[in-house]
């Protein structure tokens, strides 16, 4: 266990504005008030946003070569969580008076009714300001549910929530991390519609716990808000991070000893009085360092070989989150070869956990770890087979990616 946190301040930490993410950057309506004044101050981005935005445009939009099937899980998957994006969903005002529990005692019931919930690790840490975004760069999802264009359809009468561009603060001290399993033999398909159904549904998945367990805390009568795919004020790598769920890694997720790479997050943040998990040093810079794999295999070239390099007055790896998005646009697709590839990531049996073990505890073993992992499971990612009921019909149709 690390005692302090796992990962390298080298500066001051600045807190990172929402509106600087790929994905707020794409939702921009070009000639809006908010997109001429984005680019006014960002004037190098205006090219690279407006093809962005032609990822989420080719969901919903298209002539007779869509794939009407990858469309339908998109918008089965991705759409439906904003209901719980809403201001009275992810918060509210907490009942009164608010239950007392040893700390210890409270933050054994709140892990526990997250797992019960559906996620399948659940840790507490400390909520440091740095890890709030420092303005709103997303927009509410209203009318139809679409946040790109030509889909939003402006503020309801009456919405109290942030809007974009509004300066955040957020005063609970603590955070929840909730981390939710991908089912690996969908993720493994690479770029497909399979990887669009498995990640939107964790991420449904998610965004319905963060905001049940949310309201389980104010109903103890403390404050609580949850952060989710849809509604975000805080970063949750790093505040995964800080509660102990893993450690950051080269491809820019945090691998868990138990879940390696493929898990997707969601946060609650609260005033609830919560005993707090210790971060955890699992040696992942070391290993990265001697690994690679994830660099290797990513298409787009948006993970980096090679050493880390200063990032907001942290030591790690900087992505390219523009090359990212941009290859899923090409593909029609999200991607998830770099949480299959990565050697942690591996079902949770006694060999494997071993494995792990021995990567943690014996430092001089890791290089040897990761060219086995080449050797047993091959240096090259090959992407597994649709399942049935994905394939056929649909538009075209995907079944491996020529790299």
Known sequence: MAKGPAYEIIGEISRFDERDTVFSREALVPGSAEEIEYHRRNPGLSEVDARLSRFIISKMEGGEDVDRLARAVYESHFIPPAALALPGMVDGDPESPGIEWDREDASAR?????????????????????????????????????????????????????????????????????????????????????VDFEVGRIYALSALVSVQLARFIRALGWKARAHHLRNYLVLCVPVAVDAGIGELARCGYIVSRSLGADFRLATVTTDMPLAYDAPVDLGMRDFCSKCEK??????????????????????????NPEACLLYWGRTGYTCSICQTVCPWTKPDNIFHRSVAAAAVNV?????????????????????????????????????????
């Open 294 to 319: 994830c660099a290797i295999n990513c298409p787009s070239g948006a993970i980096p070989r090679g050493e880390m390099t200063e990032v907001r007055g942290i030591r790690k790896w900087k992505l």
């Open 363 to 403: 430092p001089w073993i890791r290089r040897a770890l990761a060219l086995g992992d080449d050797i047993v499971y091959g240096a090259r990612f090959r992407p597994a087979r649709l399942p049935g009921w994905l394939n056929g019909a649909g538009g075209r149709t995907r079944e491996s990616i020529d790299r």
């Open 110 to 194: 709140i892990k526990e009714f997250g797992r019960r919930l559906g996620a399948d690790d659940v840790r507490i840490g400390p909520l440091r300001k740095e890890w709030v975004y420092s303005h709103r760069g997303s927009r509410q999802f209203f009318g139809e549910g679409y946040i790109n264009p030509p889909y939003f359809r402006g503020i309801p009468e009456g919405y109290s929530g942030r809007l974009y561009g509004d300066e955040i603060e957020l005063d609970h001290p603590s955070a929840i991390s909730l981390a939710f399993r991908q089912d690996r033999d969908m993720t493994a398909t690479g770029s497909s519609r399979a």
